[in-house]
């Protein structure tokens, strides 16, 4: 599959709480990228992690990278029941290709 | 900051007809754009990069004579439906990233397609 691989597929959480998605991949990357996806809607882009780059932070958003392992996990922090949605990352490879992984449904119950 | 808009954003056709879709970068030049499809509760797949004024790279399983890409120029892109089917309806995203920058990836809002 062309696809990275993230787990969980689905996480439901109290408001308040923090949340963790993984995310692995399988060839050399360029840089590292999550967004977010509202039911129906767009993507919209959270935070870029360069392959030199080991750990980002913006906001409520804390994006780790390992590449000898490749996988990188992003933690949404005192999670909002405006943070419902799915996450994906995506990994763009040499030649400005990005790939997708599955992604994760996030649950935030108020 | 960039951006890339699609036209349209929903459609709905009768199976067998064709649809085109339009992908614009609307401030800066884009020589090469992509092109995803996303089923109900999946992620994107790529489907086919299209470079400007030469012929699209389609991914493995792709059918290229299904969906036809053109890239006539450095600020449009545009995906043909050809035949569609019921099973062509999904969500359709373009995007582009601004030349000598391959860091940042700007996406269109999406295409909806509903063949009946």
């Known amino acids: 599959s062309q696809q990275g691989e993230e787990d969980p597929q689905a996480l439901s959480i109290q408001e308040g709480e923090n949340a963790t998605m993984n995310c692995s991949y399988k060839?050399?990357?360029?840089?590292l990228q999550w967004y977010r996806q509202n039911s129906g809607r767009g993507l919209v882009h959270l935070i870029l992690?360069?392959?030199?780059?080991r750990e980002k932070h913006s906001g409520r958003l804390r994006v780790t990278l390992d590449t000898s392992k490749k996988s990188s996990s992003l933690l949404i922090t005192a999670s909002r029941a405006a943070d419902t949605a799915s996450y994906f990352c995506?990994?763009?490879?040499?030649?400005?290709?990005?790939?997708f992984g599955a992604g994760t449904r996030l649950f935030v119950k108020a | 900051g960039a951006v890339v808009s699609q036209h349209p954003s929903w459609v709905i056709c009768k199976s067998g007809t064709s649809v085109k879709i339009e992908c614009r970068s609307l401030?800066?030049?884009?020589?090469?754009m992509f092109w995803y499809r996303q089923f109900p509760k999946q992620s994107l797949m790529l489907m086919a990069t299209?470079?400007?004024?030469?012929?699209?790279?389609?991914e493995q399983g792709v059918e290229k004579d299904k969906f036809l890409i053109n890239h006539a120029s450095l600020t449009l892109s545009t995906l043909t439906v050809t035949s569609a089917h019921p099973e062509d309806s999904s969500f359709y995203i373009c995007?582009?990233?601004?030349?000598?920058?391959?860091?940042?990836?700007?996406f269109g809002p999406g295409t909806r397609l509903l063949v009946l």
């Open positions: 995506a990994m763009t490879t040499g030649g400005f290709k990005t790939i």
């Open positions: 299209s470079n400007e004024g030469s012929k699209a790279t389609y």
């Open positions: 060839t050399s990357i360029n840089n």
């Open positions: 992690i360069r392959s030199n780059e």
């Open positions: 401030d800066f030049q884009a020589t090469t």
């Open positions: 995007s582009s990233g601004l030349a000598g920058n391959q860091e940042t990836q700007y």
